[in-house]
């Protein structure tokens, strides 16, 4: 592990460099073209190690990017799972150009954050509390610089991976990765390995070397309230035309306690308690709730009197947006007549899609609402009481390897051995990513998160704690020694 | 009255043609030089009738037109108070261009509708039930071209007015007429008379003549929950971070009960009860609540158990929008950390709009809230557990005119002899304009709409029923002789 270090410490300027040019390809996830320069960036990234690689098609023309380096002798596989792509930037709200990154010396919270930024430093040397501003600095360009370095650290000093690697790069991630089912089956032969390492997220909230066992899985769906056939004055049918705004506020306050807790019959009922050994690896996770908390500006946690890992043990119900009528200088004085709000279900191991969407549509026909598919006709809203549409945008289940696995015990020994502080096991992770595909393949699956959990992915000013870069060269270069 | 009526069956042509070259004009209230140019095509519309007219300037170069048309001999005076400026119209959302006006035989409500669009009738015949649609055809364009038809009947027929007339016609009553105040103090003398006319909104929605002796007041405002500093990561922070999407929708379900009172303490405390003959009036106007509900799709009314008419009476709480996160293609799975909802309550005689706010801001702070008029800072987030900022757009309060007094006696008078049926008398209209301010310079207010009650006015596909429109020029005519 020495030589490793000090390989990524002297070459320090080349590994952000070679990140700062990556992302300075835009790779806005919607647009095909950015996507396939990103794929050929790429490429050129895996190929200056020597690592064969070729692209595999798609019917969106947004290619997965695969490689492959064997080592003779080595007796196992492992599948290494990422994505280059990135969701759209909104430059307007960030601070710099997403696809121009600036280092910073400070992290950009709250208004009485003081700001400076500035480029690479001339003389090669880095504070690791410096972060890198850009889009996909840290979801998840920065994985796959990292574990290049490694491949070049284990190089220098003279050292081979221990096992067959096998690299997959997926172009549509932030889409839920709409064409990863058909590669797989289109190339399962070929993809086949002992363990399916997901090379993306953020650390633990502690900051310490992170490594995750399971996924959750996700529902996505949308609420329209109908109201009439249009918007009406304010003043000449106000007291009279039902709002949709306010019918969608009696809903939303249906679903959910005001103190966060989901009221929904049955929304609980599939959670699979956890094991013994998940539940040891869960009260070694440092406490950071507190730390959250005066990060973010959280007066007190949604659901109180839980850890934050219970709570990614459980299943969430999650607006993630609410249109009705218009605001502010748009705002016009009508009586709206539908109101939408979007959600995300984060689902946790045995739970389906499908059941926890029927029992949320049980949930508000039992409040009172005919439920449709589609936008209601006239005579439907005049037979109907209270009127809703929802539609199911797309879904799939959690993942879980077993803690108590050879795999996941030989995963835990390689990174230990990288890490100065004790790893944080977390037997689920927060997020989603469809990792049941790998599971239904024989693959079992394990997240080796390498972010800082600050990084705003998926959001404005997106970053990189450098820290995290470097000490993700260390941890790859261990993982695929694999001893 | 019946040589008007010949007149305008005579002109019909030329009375639509002239409303649609002024409709052509655009008026977006928010574009200075298109309310400037409507400014000039008015002028030149009263000029056309040898009325003497200026330009009263204002600090936003969005004019008023002064028009004063005197009669020697006459005892009185009237003002009479329009407007030529129009809301934003979004030509996508329409099914023809705003500001080229077309006349169709059928109103388009509901996907069944059937549509067809045609220009003039060459033969100057026009049906009473077509259509006319455009930007301000019905709010208020058509109005100024009534009462210069009326003008040009009775000189048609050899009549003159019997009352001194002085037009005042706004080019911001759509952003609340802000120079309005300063006009009426600056011409005060000028404006002086003995009776304001309100000529502009729409008929009671049985379709008969309609004279209103008041009209509501207003107060505009905005809600915005914070629950933190940044939007957070649903599958990382959920179950933690609190929703600001949630918070609102529970305190905007604790301002109203799904049947639609609203249930602020005190709110409905400052309402006067109707006086004998306001009652009496009431109960004279046609019950239209069935063909309301039924045309616009309307399962039930809001508040159950009373006429509109006694709904028009009560205050109102309408949410205009509501905005948090995102939705359909834009979402993105964040936790939103704000979410605003915008208002505009309609207040009735007596209500003050800053006494109103209190009430509202003094609920808001019973349900455990602390309300702020700025944006939290992080530390202020911290220390309070749920944090609002509500923030006052604008108000002013509502206007009466005693229904025993003996100008609207003689209005009524007037109306009804130019009308077939029996005159809709309301002790107040629900819409809102500042009427105050004529209230306070010693001039009674009475609202004279000229519209059919279905005009879609304020949105898209606003429209004028023609019969309306020949109705008008009766109306005008007979109120100008006040016999």
Known sequence: MESIRRYRQEHAGEIVQELVSFVRVPNNVYVVEQIQRNAGALRAILERRGIRSELLPTVTGKPLVYGELLTPGAAAAMLIYGHYDG????????????????????????????????GLPANGWFDGDWRLFGRSVADSKNAIIAMMAALDALRAAGQRPGINLKFLFDGEEELESPCLPAVLETYRERLAADVMISASGERHQSGRPTV????????????????????????????????????????????????????????????????????????????VEEQV??????????????????????????VRGVRSGFVGDEARNIIPNTATADF????????????????????????????LDREPSRAELLAHGRVVRLRKRSGFPATRTPLDSPVAGQVVKALQRAADEPLVVMPTEGGSLPMCLFEQIGLPFVGLPTSNFDCNQHTDDENLQLEYLFEAVDLFASLFRWE
């Open 344 to 371: 995300d279900v984060r689902l946790v191991r045995s739970m389906d899609p499908d059941r926890t969407l029927a029992t949320i549509a049980a949930h508000i026909e039992r409040q009172g609402w005919t439920v």
């Open 212 to 287: 995750e066992f399971g996924i959750r899985g996700i529902l996505m769906f949308d609420l329209t309230v109908y109201t009439g056939t249009v918007a009406l004055h304010s003043g000449h049918f106000g007291n009279f035309a039902p709002s949709a705004a306010f019918q969608l506020a009696h809903l939303l306050a249906s679903l959910k306690r005001q103190d966060g807790g989901v009221q929904i019959e049955g929304f609980y009922d599939e959670v699979t308690p956890l094991s013994e050994s998940e539940l040891n690896a869960i009260r070694q996770i440092p406490a």
């Open 87 to 118: 969701v759209p930037a909104e430059p307007a709200r960030w601070h710099s150009d997403p696809y121009e990154p600036v280092l910073r010396t400070h992290l950009p919270v709250g208004p009485e954050a003081d700001w400076s930024a500035f």
């Open 293 to 318: 908390r005066r990060q973010f500006g959280l007066a007190r946690a949604e659901v109180e009197g839980r850890s934050l890992q219970e709570l990614i043990n459980l299943p969430t119900l999650n």
